[in-house]
């Protein structure tokens, strides 16, 4: 059974660091991209980040590139998420799916994907 678990959101003022984190089991981490979504109630499920497999390159929303990082660790099947100089409009829902690869459309994915988790929320406030 493919699973996601999303964790480490919480309450942070502007200008902090969150860590989110990315438990999968149920499939080989290695083989798949995967992809940090966010989504505010109201407003369409947005892409933020996606790190390919074979290569780990990366890919970022404008918005918080240079601020956000993604990394993984295939052999602890986890993809965290690092959250720097948040800002008031970096709250929401963050969730974590997988895909065979960033490609040009990973932004887009989440249209189709049927596999998600339960979220992790992320609170910038002060």
């Known amino acids: 059974q493919v699973q996601l678990v999303e964790s480490g959101g919480g309450l942070v003022q502007p200008g902090g660091s969150l860590r989110l984190s990315c438990a999968t089991s149920g499939f080989t981490l290695d083989h798949y991209a995967i992809v940090w979504y966010r989504q505010v109630p109201g407003k369409e499920r947005e892409g933020v980040s996606c790190?390919?497999?074979?290569?780990?390159?990366?890919f970022y929303v404008d918005s918080v590139k240079g601020r956000f990082t993604t990394s993984r660790d295939n052999v602890n099947n986890t993809v965290y998420l690092r959250m720097d100089v948040l800002k008031p409009e970096d709250t929401a829902v963050y969730y974590c799916a997988k895909l065979a690869v960033c490609g040009t459309t990973w932004r887009r994915a989440h249209k189709y994907l049927t596999t998600w988790g339960q979220g992790t929320l992320v609170t910038v406030s002060g």
């Open positions: 790190i390919n497999n074979k290569d780990g390159s990366t």
